[in-house]
RNA sequence: UCCUCCUUAGCUCAGUUGGUUAGAGCACCUGACUGUUAAUCAGGGGGUCUCUGGUUCAAGUCCAGAAGGGGGAGCCA
């Protein structure tokens, strides 16, 4: 009998009709009834065994062991579920030793503990809500860009560019460590390796979905990124996903509209397919907030949080707004920023927290940042000073998306480039795109774990990615 | 990488000015229990106090170093 899912069974009233259902169990109680969750929903099945099952498998009804149960639906006739299963036949299909099984359903490991036992968390409450979000949110991406005619570019994860300045970067070789092969000057000699040149893992494919752009008029990337910085924060990883629209003909402020619906867009996504566990999430959210003194708590539950984003347009200041709110911010007077503000300074957290969680209290767009903070490739504005530049800062997470407008005239890049010692002639097949039919365009990278641990709540980025990567941690 | 805090049973934690045999709740084991909902009740077992070195008659407790983790910062998405 082929499986049905516990998920289309609690969706349904009907009742009076037989299943198979195969899941892991989460707890037995008074010897009769299993709440079996086979990872569809978050909601257990509850199955009731009767008086003449085998012994010997009643004893191996424990929680993590995998059970193939064969039976009725049928309205309960208890109080706490519509429907149950009135059980036929079961089939232990593996074991699970109680003694040495982490997860009891009383217990309440620790998110950290959880983290170090990645193969098991996802039978969690918690994760299996997070990562049911998480795939939520990669599917509505894809259907975002694609209703919308983007071409899904897969841009490469081993580059021989070393020019892109977004980080530091991990090598990628086959030459042996202890004894490369060396050029007359003692430096090593890459000629010898792989590729025949140095290589590296992406810090980003935007300069690789530029070309696509200039091809296909809107491309996005959505793909792993590496990041060799020593960064010990709650939301960093060594190796995360980022999405990387790039869209020929869009202004800045195309550039912003087009972020403001894509992130609201997922989001209802989410909130649409996904209520269940984003509710559960808040409440898990609430009792930890709960935990939490007064003046820590949270102003708003997370959905109440979503519903915000969804239903108000973001803040949209310049840089030199931003600056000037922060120096007449009370708190500013108060000499409570430990940075000094003055024009010119890149934004520190502090600063974003206030103009995110003190000020306005919803996402904020920041655009016209100096050029001498950004990078090489935004465009400069007119007034010699400023690039157009945007960050979305979110609350609880900080910047979200940074993107920009490009700068599509070669001899402005060219000379930005100079001044920023930026090598030229390694970059000529990104220069061609401003050599041959150049035009307008803009784009920008969305932190995919930042936005999952927008939606989930989630206040640690290796919450939020299956199997997270982070300086001195490369487990499983 | 910097600042700061932490590491004690399977999990979550307590452990006083250094002092005899290191505790609790839950989990686990044994038994009871057929309408439970984190099931409940009775009984039982379980410890390299993260590691290394030091001070001391005596170290879970004090000192130094290492590893891992939390919070904050920088870098960024």
Redesign the pocket.
């Known amino acids: 009998m082929p499986r049905t899912r516990i998920k289309d069974i609690l969706a349904s009233d009907k009742t009076d009709y037989t299943v198979t259902i195969k899941g892991w169990v989460r707890?037995f109680?008074?010897?009769?009834?299993i709440?079996l969750n086979d990872g569809s929903c978050l909601n257990n099945l509850?199955a009731?065994i009767?008086?003449?099952t085998d012994e010997a498998l009643v004893r191996n009804i424990?929680?993590g062991a995998s059970l193939s149960i064969t039976g009725t639906v049928v309205a309960?006739?208890?109080?706490?579920?519509k429907v149950?299963l009135k059980t036929e036949s079961i089939e232990l299909l593996g074991a699970c030793d109680?003694?040495k099984y982490?997860l009891?359903?009383?217990?309440?490991?620790?998110l950290?503990?959880l983290?170090e036992i990645a193969h098991l968390r996802f039978r969690t409450n918690t994760f299996g809500a997070v990562f049911r979000v998480r795939h939520t949110l990669a599917y509505a991406i894809h259907k975002f860009y694609n209703d919308r005619g983007f071409v899904y570019l897969h841009t490469p994860i081993v580059t021989g560019s070393d020019a892109e300045g977004?980080?530091e970067m991990f090598r990628v070789t086959t030459l042996p460590f202890d004894n490369p092969p060396r050029n007359e000057d003692n430096s090593i000699d890459y000629k010898e390796d792989f590729f025949g040149k140095s290589t590296n893992l992406t810090v980003?494919g935007q300069l690789e979905a530029e070309l696509g752009a200039m091809a296909f008029g809107e491309v996005y990337t959505f793909g792993p990124t590496f990041?060799a910085?020593?960064?010990?924060?709650?939301?960093?990883?060594?190796e995360?996903w980022?999405i990387e629209p790039e869209v020929a003909f869009n202004d800045i402020n195309d550039n912003m509209d087009l972020a403001e619906d894509f992130i609201r867009y997922i989001i209802g996504y989410a909130m649409e397919h996904n209520r269940e566990d984003l509710d559960f999430l808040a409440t898990r959210l609430a009792d930890e907030d709960k935990q939490k003194p007064m003046n820590e708590r949270s102003e708003m539950g997370l959905v109440e949080k979503l519903d915000v984003v969804l239903n108000n347009k973001f803040e949209r200041i310049t840089y030199t707004e931003a600056i000037d709110i922060l120096l007449q911010s009370p708190h500013y007077k108060k000499k409570k920023f430990q940075?000094d503000v003055s024009w010119g300074i890149?934004l520190?957290?502090?600063h974003e927290?206030y103009l995110v969680e003190k000020h306005f209290k919803k996402p904020v767009i920041v655009t016209g940042y100096p050029k001498d903070i950004k990078a090489f490739y935004m465009r400069q504005n007119d007034d010699g000073k400023t690039v157009a530049a945007m960050d979305i800062l979110a609350p609880g997470i900080?910047?979200?998306?940074?993107g920009s407008q490009r700068e599509e005239r070669l001899e402005k890049l060219l000379q930005r480039m100079e001044e920023m010692h930026i090598p030229a002639h390694e970059m000529e097949w990104y220069l061609d795109t401003r050599r041959f039919g150049t035009v307008p365009h803009a784009g920008f990278?969305?932190?995919f774990?930042?936005i999952v641990q927008f939606v989930t709540g989630m206040?640690?980025?290796?919450d939020v990615i299956p199997f997270p990567r982070?300086?001195?941690?490369a487990e499983f």
Do not use: C
């Open positions: 707890s109680r008074n010897n009769q009834f709440a509850q009731v009767t008086l003449d424990n929680p309960s006739l208890g109080k706490g579920q149950e109680p003694e982490p009891q359903l009383k217990n309440k490991p620790s950290e503990y983290r977004a980080g980003s990041r910085e020593n960064s010990n924060t709650a939301r960093h990883l060594a995360f980022m940075y890149d520190q957290s502090e927290r900080g910047e979200i998306v940074g990278g969305l932190g774990e930042r206040g640690n980025i290796r982070t300086p001195k941690n």
